[in-house]
């Protein structure tokens, strides 16, 4: 079996996944526009994609499935103010005094994910 995409509902799915592909680094789908209610953000292969899906309401809970990312080119500190400067918020500082843990942050929709620390300080 292939995992294709991880799906995201989104009030907006455009403006939604033009984050994620600032974010990222990936590309939005050629022809996926504005006012579209899917909109893709294509990862290298093999990860799959981040498909957001337009739908009516609101995020009222915490999400039960959550992304977890480590940053290839900046340290977890720099990443998490690269995404600030994006739009994300921090949502729980897991940072603690000897450099380990993990900021828990929320997208422009108030979904969450963390940002771990790189594959280099986790060998430092």
């Given at each position: 079996?292939?995992?294709?995409?991880?799906?995201?509902?989104?009030?907006?799915?455009?403006?939604?996944?033009?984050?994620?592909?600032?974010?990222?680094?990936?590309?939005?789908?050629?022809?996926?526009?504005p006012g579209?209610?899917?909109?893709?953000?294509?990862?290298?292969?093999?990860?799959?994609?981040?498909?957001?899906?337009?739908?009516?309401?609101?995020?009222?809970?915490?999400?039960?499935?959550?992304?977890?990312?480590?940053?290839?080119?900046?340290?977890?500190?720099?990443?998490?103010?690269?995404?600030?400067?994006?739009?994300?918020?921090?949502?729980?500082?897991?940072?603690?005094?000897?450099?380990?843990?993990?900021?828990t942050m929320?997208?422009?929709?108030?979904?969450?994910?963390?940002?771990?620390?790189?594959?280099?300080?986790?060998?430092?």
């Amino acid at each position: 079996m292939l995992l294709r995409h991880i799906t995201i509902d989104a009030g907006n799915p455009y403006k939604l996944a033009q984050f994620w592909s600032t974010v990222t680094g990936w590309p939005v789908a050629d022809g996926d526009v504005p006012g579209d209610d899917e909109v893709l953000v294509q990862a290298p292969a093999p990860l799959p994609g981040l498909l957001f899906i337009a739908v009516p309401e609101g995020k009222s809970v915490k999400n039960r499935v959550h992304l977890d990312w480590s940053p290839t080119e900046r340290t977890r500190d720099q990443e998490v103010d690269r995404i600030l400067s994006l739009g994300g918020t921090i949502h729980e500082d897991h940072r603690v005094p000897d450099g380990r843990g993990w900021v828990t942050m929320k997208d422009p929709e108030a979904n969450e994910f963390c940002v771990e620390r790189s594959e280099a300080e986790r060998a430092g």
